[in-house]
């Protein structure tokens, strides 16, 4: 199922994504017609249950369409939709049909939604009307909007593996998760170019110091797309409040690689990667906004630390040690952020 899903988000994005699309979302644009292809494949609802007329994928397939969609800059908020379609179904309400937003503060496309999913304490959700909104960016110039929610449709609950701040843990997961497809990206861009580009009578791919660049790019990508994946099999192994730990250090690296790869694949370009007609600074802008949404390696990890501390130094080492995604630590003491 994965490899289906897979494929054909990489099909979609292909043929309906691209460099134009993603300028003209950042003029303020609805991708609309992407968006029709992507309701008319289910994807939206492919977090929920099969039961509840979803695709059914686990978060583990959920973050690998995610890293689809980083590669391709995120042109739509099908990410966005998945998270809140999945929360609703799990507190019993029915997704609408139409784009549903995220919260009220920086909403990914917020001014488009019909109606938005907030959370009102201790696992309860509303689904309530947009009433208004006030446009606003990122540094990426995606749409982060502050919205005013309206009329309640409908209250739920949702299940105690979500804990008491599924948004706050599910976009981390899912930033963290884009930007490892879009560091993935400006990587290949850069070993493209490097390879192409030539100076001195030679590509530029043949010095060393080049070489020695991207391979550090290439260690950071794979170390990151780990902490994601690793992130998300904890999530389908525990549910998402007990893999706290595991999706903080996954936003961790991922801010981390942020600033690593874009440093590094910006000197292999040099001047042109900066340039408005290259598509470079479409990933590399993304990485740089990204990392700050959903906290930042800084709070995440001093969230991590003061979770340790307040285990003890004694249990730090069998903490990182005999922590795995598939163990069920239900019984355990907490160990997580």
């Known amino acids: 199922?994965?490899?289906?899903?897979?494929?054909?988000?990489e099909r979609l994005l292909a043929d309906r994504s691209g460099v134009a699309l993603l300028r003209r979302v950042?003029?303020?644009?609805?991708?609309?017609?992407?968006?029709?292809?992507?309701?008319?494949?289910g994807l939206p609802l492919a977090l929920v249950t099969e039961e509840a007329g979803g695709v059914g994928l686990s978060w583990g397939d959920a973050a690998a369409v995610w890293q689809v969609l980083g590669r391709f800059?995120?042109?739509v908020p099908l990410a966005e939709a998945m998270l809140a379609n999945a929360m609703l179904s799990a507190a019993g309400l029915e997704a609408p049909e139409d784009f549903v937003?995220?919260?009220?503060?920086?909403?990914?496309?917020?001014?488009f939604a019909v109606q938005v999913v907030t959370e009102e304490g201790a696992g309860r959700l509303a689904l309530r009307e947009r009433a208004s909104h006030v446009a606003g960016a990122n540094i990426a110039r995606e749409p982060r909007d502050a919205v005013t929610p309206g009329a309640t449709v409908g209250r739920g609950s949702l299940p105690n593996a979500w804990g008491?701040?599924?948004?706050r843990l599910g976009l981390a997961l899912l930033r963290a998760a884009l930007m490892s497809g879009a560091a993935r990206h400006a990587l290949a861009l850069a070993v493209d170019w490097?390879?192409?580009?030539?100076?001195?009578?030679?590509?530029?791919g043949k010095f060393q110091a080049i070489q020695q660049s991207l391979a550090v790019v290439a260690g950071d990508v794979a170390a990151l797309?780990?902490?994601?994946?690793?992130?998300?099999?904890?999530?389908?192994?525990?549910?998402?409040?007990?893999a706290a730990f595991e999706i903080g250090c996954a936003k961790v690296i991922a801010g981390e690689t942020a600033a690593s790869v874009a440093a590094r694949v910006h000197q292999v370009f040099a001047a042109i990667g900066i340039t408005e007609d290259h598509e470079l600074h479409h990933a590399t802008r993304r990485l740089w906004a990204w990392r700050d949404e959903a906290g930042s390696e800084v709070s995440w990890a001093a969230e991590i630390g003061r979770a340790a501390l307040a285990r003890g130094g004694a249990d730090l080492w069998p903490d990182i040690t005999a922590r795995d995604a598939e163990t069920d630590i239900a019984a355990r003491p907490a160990q997580g952020v």
Do not use: C, K
């Open 164 to 167: 008491a701040r599924p948004t």
């Open 225 to 242: 797309d780990v902490a994601v994946a690793t992130a998300a099999r904890a999530v389908d192994a525990r549910g998402l409040d007990a």
């Open 73 to 75: 800059g995120a042109p």
């Open 1 to 9: 199922m994965r490899d289906i899903i897979l494929e054909q988000v």
């Open 194 to 204: 490097a390879n192409t580009r030539v100076q001195f009578g030679r590509a530029i």
């Open 101 to 111: 937003s995220l919260g009220t503060r920086a909403v990914p496309f917020g001014r």
């Open 26 to 41: 950042e003029a303020g644009e609805w991708p609309a017609e992407l968006w029709g292809e992507v309701v008319a494949l």
